[in-house]
């Protein structure tokens, strides 16, 4: 893939990723990041929400790419 990891602060992250990849990059870090985690006995999954856009101002969510022109996921 080609993205580049911008910036991480707390809990977010940016990623910059060229236009015809936005699915991809985001599937794939949706998935990295909603791995099941088992702590102490328990395993949970902690939900992520993952918006693209062009510059901090024009974010929106992204829906598994029904929106953005691609295949669902």
Known sequence: MGYKLLLQVHDS??????????NETARALRDAMTCPLTIHGRTMTIPVDI????NWG??????????EGGAGA
């Open 51 to 54: 918006q693209i856009g062009s």
């Open 58 to 67: 024009e974010l929106t969510e992204w829906t598994g790419g029904r929106d």
């Open 13 to 22: 992250i940016a990623i910059e990723t060229p236009t015809t990849q936005v």
